[in-house]
């Protein structure tokens, strides 16, 4: 049972490069979200997916775009990279919010350098 | 600023120590409060969680003792082990939405 799965595992960009990250869950899970990852600022929510078809911003959605494929894929966009945005970023999944089990399962993450 | 603040920064203990990690919230809303816990190079897994309306929970070595007076909870591991050194992450939300927040983290090292 592969979970979530996040590729690529790392990369670098130049700055005004774009790429996409991509995520996957075979949970069959409702919600999926993308967390960015830096030192002293523990997890920080960019985007989420509370289900097929519906996406809105976290804490951090500046910069940021999200694709919900279907309900397996959920991908993040850098439009044009820049250096703030070199981090390590986690995709996650839920079943449902305001259940009894609001369990995020992580992938392993992307380390992304921008430079 | 952060919705959730942790500390310490970093731990260090020896093996069959009592590590305790501390967080404090300011939103009165939150209602679930997990702790995370994140080996190198892995994602971030649940431990243990606790609501508002219980005061402490038990699963196995780890501990959640909850102040809501305070606004405060903590993360007590019994007997702890070189294997249980990783970051911790405490976190906040509430259950109607998907907006968890983070505390920065805890770096615990449990020295054999």
């Known amino acids: 049972n592969a979970g979530v799965t996040q590729t690529p595992k790392f990369q670098v960009l130049k700055t005004g490069q774009s790429m996409t990250l991509q995520c996957a869950q075979d949970?069959?899970?409702?919600?999926m979200y993308w967390y960015r990852q830096d030192p002293g600022m523990g997890l920080r929510l960019i985007y989420y997916s509370a289900s097929e078809g519906t996406t809105d911003k976290g804490e951090v959605p500046n910069g940021y775009n999200v694709s919900r494929l279907n309900k397996r894929e959920f991908s993040l966009r850098l439009e044009s990279a820049a250096p703030s945005q070199t981090s390590v970023y986690f995709c996650?999944?839920?079943?449902?919010?305001?259940?009894?089990?609001?369990?995020?399962?992580f992938g392993s993450g992307t380390q992304l350098s921008v430079l | 600023q952060q919705q959730v603040k942790q500390s310490p920064q970093s731990l260090i203990v020896q093996k069959g120590g009592i590590p305790i990690i501390n967080c404090a919230y300011e939103?009165?809303?939150?209602?679930?409060f997990p702790w995370y816990q994140q080996f190198p190079g892995k994602g971030p897994a649940l431990l243990i969680a606790?609501?508002?309306?219980?005061s402490e929970k038990k699963e196995g070595r780890f501990t959640i003792s909850f102040n809501k007076s305070a606004k405060q909870f903590s993360l007590h591991i019994m007997d702890s082990q070189p294997g249980d050194s990783a970051t911790y992450f405490c976190a906040a939300s509430m259950g109607w939405n998907n907006d968890m927040r983070f505390g920065a983290g805890t770096r615990l090292t449990v020295k054999p």
């Open positions: 939103n009165t809303a939150f209602d679930y």
């Open positions: 996650a999944s839920s079943e449902e919010p305001g259940q009894s089990s609001e369990k995020l399962f």
């Open positions: 949970m069959n899970h409702n919600s």
């Open positions: 606790i609501r508002p309306d219980v």
